[in-house]
């Protein structure tokens, strides 16, 4: 069985969430109410709120950005997003899509594009996750690119906000599983 070093947890959010004006005094309740600290979650954005990038999500990304939440670009490489959408959004890490991740063992294109992504992120000091590991091969080939973080059905089926487990004193760390 694999160990499980739970480091944060993601959020998905809905672009409407962006622009109700109170995103970041929501979360920030949330925070306090589950005794947990800014770097103990990540947003993840879309491609659909990369694209609406106006100001008030712009705004709203930088608040998060500068109360120590981290923000991932989910899913980067399938859409219509451009290198100049990824250079404006104060993102920390990109999730490389579990399509090139599919195809890595057995398309050299597939390679060719999640070390593309791997060396992208790493040039923006940004962190890199490649989503849909399912074989152990992918791990192996992944880690010789340099990519150090996946998720994926090899390590764990995703779990939802009515799943008693998530916040189970089990998954959070020692220092807070007194506080749960």
């Known amino acids: 069985m694999l160990g499980l070093d739970v480091q944060r947890m993601a959020l998905n959010l809905f672009a409407a969430q962006f622009t109700n004006g109170n ?6 309740q949330a925070l306090e109410k589950h005794a947990l ?11 659909t709120i990369a694209l ?7 705004t709203a990304l930088s608040e998060l950005r500068d109360c120590g939440i ?7 490489g399938t859409g219509f997003a451009s290198l100049s959408t990824l250079a404006r959004l104060p993102v920390t890490r990109l999730k490389i899509d579990r399509s090139f991740v599919q195809d ?12 593309a ?7 923006l000091n940004l962190e890199v996750t ?3 590991i399912e074989t152990d091969e992918q791990r192996i080939r992944l880690l010789a690119l340099g990519c150090r973080e996946g998720q994926g059905y ?27």
């Open 23 to 28: 995103l970041g005094k929501t979360i920030g």
């Open 130 to 132: 490649a989503e849909g």
């Open 37 to 47: 600290s800014p770097a103990d979650i990540e947003i993840e954005i879309t491609e």
């Open 117 to 123: 992504v791997i060396s992208l992120g790493r040039s």
């Open 70 to 76: 981290n923000i991932a670009f989910d899913d980067f």
């Open 52 to 58: 609406r990038s106006d100001d008030q999500i712009l």
């Open 104 to 115: 890595l063992c057995n398309r050299p294109q597939g390679a060719a594009i999640v070390s």
């Open 154 to 180: 090899l390590f764990g089926k995703p779990v939802t906000a009515s799943d008693d487990c998530w916040l189970d004193r089990k998954w959070l760390p020692a220092k807070r599983a007194s506080n749960a």
